[in-house]
Structure formats: structure tokens, C-alpha cells
């Protein structure tokens, strides 16, 4: 059996998902905006855009120096020629110029990660994944990957974390020139701003809020984008419940869903499902041989999916 795409449902989902991400980082930004106008004009907004600018352009981009960081090294293609395979396959269905370098991590954890972006990325898979996912679920993932770089997702939630920290710097800077400045307020008799001293405080929360749904908004159009790209649905629910097991049990009643900078694992089959149209036919690719990697070298650095 194998599952195909209700494409009207697609449609909605991904055009619900570009409104929501829209409306999330506008609003981070409208509110850095708005910090930095209470508490330096337009000077304030111009200095905050060459922050972000700067840093945005001065952070390592390249994929090599990224995944010295994460311990990951090329993998070449002779080591795993059918995962190369699927990743030329994979950026050719994604409309890539050049298909993104593949890179390994010794770790046990059942991980990938994309870094850098369209033009110039890199996939990391770790040895964990390599060992047990299936040949269809590796391809699910890797698919989950190409669609970051394609979207641009790392970038995206690169800026939004600048514009958090910078949220964030700024309330505490408003807050103690607001609280230094109490006794001349009472001193003079002046009003103390109790509205904006408010506004401060939530800020930083609210900034929070915003990074975390937007990188759970960011999380569901990959899969979605995945599931389109493989055409094959079934294979990245299968992937997420091996990572993460137990994932069918609904979300801990326990757990600030709002603060989780990804989505329940229940949540995101529970979208995949409700995409998916069950057809009875076999997939060829369900026998093609692979090989697992034979690298004993990992280390217990632990990862969560990305
Ligand atoms: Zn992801």
C-alpha cells in the first residue's frame, strides 16, 4: 500500500502555513520596530536594521565551518553512493542549481540537519539515522532537509533569533532607565510610565512566543513540502515515529506547547495524515539495496531532529 496527496488539502495547509510565518515574523519584527522607536525615534530603528544587517552578514554561512561545530565530515559519495542518489534525485525535484553537500555525524541520535541555504547548504545525517531508518524514511528525511534550504529556514530562523536577542537587550534597557529614573519621576512629580514598563517586561516573552511558533510553523511546511516533493506521505510518518517513539501518545499535559520550538511529533503525523490518501500499489523503490554505514567511531553527543 502506499499513500498519495490530497492536493487541495496541500493547498490549504501551505497557504495557512506562508500566512502564519508572514504574520510571525512580522510582528517580531514590528515589535523590535516599536522598541526601538519608545526608546530612540527613528535613530533607534536604523541602528537596530544595521545590528541585524551585520550580523546576518558577519555569522559563518559556509556549510564546512557549520558542521565543524556539529563534528560532521563530508561523506563521499563512494561511502553511500544510493544516499547520493536520493539527494541528486531529491535537488533536481526541488529545482536546486546544485544539490546540497552531504555530511555524516558519529553520533547514535537519530538526527538530520540542514545548514547554510539554497545556494550554498549542506545536509547532515547521523550515524543513528543511517542504522535505522529504512531506505524510504531516510529518503522522507532527507526530502524534511531539502525543503529548509529550499525555504531558506535556517536563515529565516537565524534572523528571527537576532531579533529576539535584540528584543530582548532592549526591554531590559527600558526597563532600568525606567526604573532609574523613579525618584526624579516622583522627585518632579512627573507620571511614571507604568504602561510601558509593562509593555517591556512582556516583551521578551512575547518575542519568545513568537520564535517558537514560527519555528513550529517553519517545522510543518517542511513536512508538508516533503511529503509533496517524495510524494510519499506514509514514509516520513513512519521516519518520525521511529524517531521519536512513543510520538502516537498525545502531547504531555505537562509541556508549554506554545514555548516548544518544534511541533508534536502527534501533531505533525496527525497534519501528514490528514493529507494523505491511501492507494493500494507497490513502490519500487521499497527493494532497492543499500548499505548501513560501517563507522564504529560515534560519540553520545545528543541531538534533537531539526
Ligand atoms: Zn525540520
Request: hydrophobic share 50%; proline share 5%; charged share 15%.
Amino acid at each position: 500500500m502506499k499513500t498519495i496527496l490530497r492536493k487541495k488539502a496541500v493547498e490549504s495547509h501551505q497557504w495557512w502555513n506562508t500566512a502564519q510565518s508572514i504574520l510571525q515574523l512580522g510582528t517580531l519584527t514590528g515589535l523590535l520596530s516599536l522598541m526601538c522607536w519608545l526608546l530612540a525615534g527613528t535613530l533607534g530603528i536604523a541602528f537596530a536594521t544595521g545590528t541585524v544587517l551585520l550580523t546576518l552578514w558577519f555569522l559563518p554561512r559556509s556549510p564546512a565551518i557549520l558542521m565543524r561545530w556539529h563534528q560532521g565530515r563530508l561523506l563521499r559519495t563512494e561511502e553511500m553512493p544510493w544516499l547520493h542518489q536520493i539527494q541528486k534525485d531529491l535537488a533536481k525535484r526541488a529545482g536546486f542549481v546544485w544539490s546540497p553537500v552531504l555530511y555524516y555525524v558519529p553520533s547514535s541520535a537519530l538526527n538530520a540537519f540542514a545548514v547554510g541555504n539554497r545556494q550554498e547548504g549542506g545536509i547532515a545525517v547521523t550515524d543513528g539515522l543511517l542504522r535505522t531508518l529504512s531506505y524510504r524514511e531516510i529518503r522522507a528525511v532527507l526530502a524534511h532537509e531539502m525543503i529548509h534550504l529550499q525555504h531558506n529556514d535556517v536563515s529565516v530562523m537565524l534572523l528571527s533569533s537576532i531579533v529576539g536577542r535584540l528584543v530582548y537587550w532592549l526591554a531590559w534597557f527600558g526597563i532600568a532607565l525606567i526604573l532609574f529614573s523613579l525618584p526624579l519621576s516622583w522627585l518632579y512629580g512627573q507620571t511614571v510610565p507604568w504602561f510601558w514598563l509593562l509593555m517591556l517586561m512582556a516583551a521578551p516573552w512575547l518575542s519568545l512566543l513568537l520564535q517558537a511558533g514560527l519555528s513550529r510553523t517553519r517545522e510543518f511546511q517542511a513536512d508538508l513540502g516533503a511529503a509533496r516533493l517524495t510524494d510519499d506521505p506514509q514514509a516520513l510518518i513512519q521516519a518520525l515515529t521511529k524517531i521519536n517513539p512513543g510520538s502516537s501518545a498525545p502531547v504531555h499535559s505537562g509541556d508549554f506547547t506554545l514555548l516548544r520550538s518544534h511541533p508534536a511529533t502527534s501533531e505533525r503525523i496527525a497534519r501528514l495524515a490528514s493529507i494523505s490518501q491511501a492507494v493500494w500499489e507497490p513502490r519500487d523503490f521499497l527493494w532497492c539495496d543499500f548499505n548501513r554505514p560501517s563507522y564504529l567511531s560515534w560519540t553520545k553527543r545528543r541531538y534533537g531532529w531539526q
